[in-house]
């Protein structure tokens, strides 16, 4: 039977990161939250604050903050772990030498490492050497905002173990938020990636002024696109239904506080790639994505007009406003 921890250690100190370290301190755990920069630990330790990426939001006693990652994961049970995607091996070669031998790792993350095309948790057990039932990843609806705020909000716990995902999942589990389960870590990965994607493409035609039936039907024809990814590499369908995959993909759509939204209708209002990257304080993971989403696409034939639509957004090669992925066949009717 799975026992709740009650040593857990957090890398990552931006939205994501310090909100995750809420949940779990709210749900009992004493946490030890990595902030590269030490007056941002100081601040987090002093004030209880994080006035840079949670402003308003009170944070609670039981959570603490170090900028030195030996004393951050020292006698650490759960190690989550809320980097930028594309800097996670590099941040975990310097932290495996002071990861517990036995500690379960666990993804916050929702990336694909460019040049490898690896899932972060595929990157996380390489890297540490761990095998699949000391590693988890944790996906859903989750607006860092919202939940730091104490909004009721549900996420997934996914392993290739069911006792490693509970053991988890107890930790990260209190009264505003629950944590389900299941053994799909495959399908859960992809539908924190895929998502992201449609987000953009969602913010993309809301920046040029177009109305609900549009981003409906990307939405809609986005979760099919999603499906087939996730199924083509092993997922199973019944996840993207999910948490991980409906679930997500209309939090990081519809809302405002969505990264990869924001970045979407800054590009459907005439921003280039390069202002959006320069506007945004934080990383839209879903723009960091699409080329290695779509390389990987190719490799198993799945069809991805909105990931591709999107792409050729970024690059300057399609106008914002002919945006338009679920009308893009010369074939004949097709079936939903």
Known sequence: MPVRPTRVAVLGAG????????????????????????ELAHEINTGHRNSDYLPGINLPAA???DSR????????????????SQTLRANLTAAASS?????IVVSLMKGIEQGTLKRMSEVIGEELGIGGAQIAVA???????????????AAVIASDDLVTAQTVALAATNKYFRSFVNTDV??????GVLKNIVAVAIGIV???????????????????EMTDFAVAYGGRPETLSGLAGLGDLIATSESSLSRNNTAGRLLGQGYSFGDVVATMKQTAEGLA????????????????PIALQVAQVLDGTLDPRDIAPHLTTDDLPQGE
Do not use: C, H
């Open 15 to 38: 939205s994501w990161g310090t909100t995750f370290s809420k949940v779990l301190a709210d749900g009992g755990a004493s946490v030890m939250l990595w902030a590269r920069r030490p």
């Open 63 to 65: 959570l603490r903050a």
């Open 69 to 84: 990652l030996g004393a951050v994961l020292e006698g650490a049970e759960l190690v989550f772990v809320a980097v930028p």
């Open 99 to 103: 990861i517990p031998s036995d500690a």
């Open 139 to 153: 996906s859903g609806p989750n607006l860092a905002l919202e939940i730091a705020k104490q909004w009721p909000t």
């Open 186 to 191: 495959i399908g859960t990965e992809i539908g």
């Open 206 to 224: 809301d920046g040029v002024g177009y109305g609900e039936n549009t981003k409906a039907s990307i939405l809609t024809r986005g979760l099919a």
């Open 289 to 304: 994505s699409i080329a290695p989403v779509l390389e990987l696409a190719a490799a198993r034939g799945v069809s991805m």
